[in-house]
């Protein structure tokens, strides 16, 4: 048991200091991301494969419908590379503020996203030398997207689609 816990520590610090910035430091990365290196490494469930068949078949649950439709009407976007590609969508906001909203936004689009969340360090702005950071995380390419990229896009540009009532 103790040469287990060793090597569930090692194996942390390893991965913490190797694949995220040093200066990264967060609640809730201090409790996910031992998991996630647990998961990875020591679980007996098989990693779910984001087959083909998956990917296409796949239908979003009335929460997923309902929050794509929130995040798009603000700041979100969908993604589409080529006109026969599907459609992936993008959350990306500010780090620390907006963290919590993401790791949210994570937990409801779990079954589409293979990635953790994801920090961005930007380059500093020529006009106030500030120095912003964003976290962010993406969906794979799903068939259950492109419903919502031809509906918020026309011509390559975001627009509101208008509903009449009767």
């Known amino acids: 048991m103790q040469y287990y816990i060793f090597y569930l520590v090692i194996i942390y610090t390893f991965y913490s200091y190797y694949i995220f910035y040093p200066y990264y430091y967060s609640p809730i990365h201090c409790i996910t991301y ?5 998961k990875r490494f020591y679980s007996k469930i098989p990693e779910t494969k984001y087959t083909k068949q998956y ?3 796949y239908e979003l649950t009335q929460e997923q419908k309902e929050s794509i439709i929130g995040i798009m009407l603000a700041d979100g976007f969908l993604e589409k590379g080529k006109p026969t590609y599907n459609t992936r969508l993008r959350i990306d906001h500010t ?3 907006q963290e919590s909203y993401v790791f949210s936004l994570y937990t ?3 079954q589409l996203i293979d990635m953790e969340p994801v920090i ?7 006009r106030t030398g500030k120095i912003y950071k964003s976290i962010y995380v993406r969906t794979l390419r799903f068939s259950c997207l492109n ?3 031809s509906l918020f896009y026309k011509d390559k540009k975001k627009v509101i689609p208008l509903y009449k009532t009767y």
């Open 34 to 38: 031992p998991l996630c290196v647990f």
């Open 55 to 57: 990917k296409k078949e």
């Open 95 to 97: 780090y620390p503020e």
């Open 108 to 110: 409801i689009f779990g």
């Open 120 to 126: 961005v360090v930007r380059k500093a702005d020529p």
């Open 147 to 149: 419903e919502y990229h």
